[in-house]
């Protein structure tokens, strides 16, 4: 559960009255609905790291240590990259980027064969 800054549990909505289980659902429920909140870290060469979802990413998977080992390994190496050898970062991300998908391809297509017999 998440604690303010004093070590109290979050508040609830001060306008609704709802009460939240993590940051992310209170934020989620405070913003506007056309708004999003996700901060960005402008990286050289103006790159984005997303870091409002990949904090979010953790957070959902903190029990899959194996995604928390991939992502942070993955985030430290761009910002590396992004630090020390600038030129090479575009094709570092899309490699990351592509890696990622086709794992996401390849669960999505175990699920139709499975789904399917």
Not at 86 to 103: A, N, W
Request: aromatic share 12%; net charge negative.
């Amino acid at each position: 559960m998440f604690k303010d800054w004093d070590g109290n549990d979050l508040p609830n909505c001060p306008e609704c009255g709802e009460k939240f289980e993590n940051a992310f659902d209170a934020i989620d429920h405070l913003i506007e609905d056309d708004d999003e909140f996700d901060p960005v870290l402008i990286l050289p060469g103006g790159y984005r790291l997303l870091i409002g979802s990949l904090l979010r990413g953790l957070y959902v998977n903190r029990h899959n240590p194996d995604f928390i080992k991939d992502i942070t390994e993955s985030t430290y190496a761009t910002l590396f990259t992004a630090e020390f050898k600038p030129e090479v970062l575009g094709e570092t991300v899309e490699d990351i980027i592509v890696e990622t998908e086709m794992e996401r391809f390849d669960v999505q297509l175990k699920n139709l064969f499975k789904n399917g017999e």
